[in-house]
């Protein structure tokens, strides 16, 4: 499995344990976390993200147990193996579309590559927008844009933070067969954490928290 966690808990100071339920998702496969509001969704992302570190249990990515990894460790493990669509996604404003995607491959230590981000940007529909700045975007395009970031150095893992909610159906549809389709070709395992029951019919593999 690309990604599986095993016994996993995490407590806030002062707050009461979560306990999540297993978990495991293969290359190409996709998995619908869905619960609402207050029910720890964003914090089970984190923790798949390797952003938090479990009070108990495991979450390996690769067969690397993330939770055991140091601070920048983690940082560069994440940096190449997991692609994170946050829900508000925010850029470095003073760059370009371009010159985010090339940080987000230094950042990760890979060769940075033109080719290769104007060959996603097409896939998502934005290649036209390679020299704007992110502030001249479209919230639509900013949201392909997260998803490009994410994307740009092939993860094994893609987590999706309620990559839906702010659309209406038509593009809610359009969003997940893109994320979908991208993590398919790139043999990507792809999360998606959500409080959207729209959801429910585009994936068959579905964990519910309370």
Avoid: W
Avoid at 171 to 195: F, M
């Amino acid at each position: 499995m690309l990604l599986s966690t095993k016994d996993l808990s995490f407590e806030y100071p002062g707050s009461s344990e979560m306990v999540f339920p297993d978990l495991d998702c293969g290359s190409g496969e996709t998995h619908l976390i869905l619960g609402p509001s207050g029910s720890g969704k964003t914090t089970l992302l984190h923790l798949l993200g390797g952003l938090l570190k479990p009070k108990s249990g495991s979450i390996k990515v690769n067969e690397i147990d993330i939770g055991k990894l140091s601070g920048s460790e983690a940082d560069k493990f994440r940096g190449q193996h997991i692609g994170l669509v946050f829900q508000q996604p925010h850029f470095v404003s003073s760059l370009n579309v371009e010159e985010n995607l090339l940080l987000a491959q230094k950042l990760a230590g890979q060769p940075t590559s033109s080719g290769k981000i104007t060959e996603l940007l097409e896939q998502l529909g934005i290649a036209e927008k390679l020299k704007k700045k992110t502030s001249e975007l479209s919230a639509g395009e900013k949201q392909r844009l997260s998803i490009a970031r994410a994307l740009i150095n092939r993860p094994a893992v893609i987590l999706a933070d309620e990559p839906t909610s702010a659309l209406d159906d038509d593009n809610c549809k359009n969003v997940i067969n893109l994320l979908e389709d991208l993590a398919a070709q790139n043999g990507s395992a792809l999360i998606v954490v959500t409080h959207d029951k729209r959801l429910m019919d585009y994936f068959s593999k579905k964990t519910l928290l309370n």
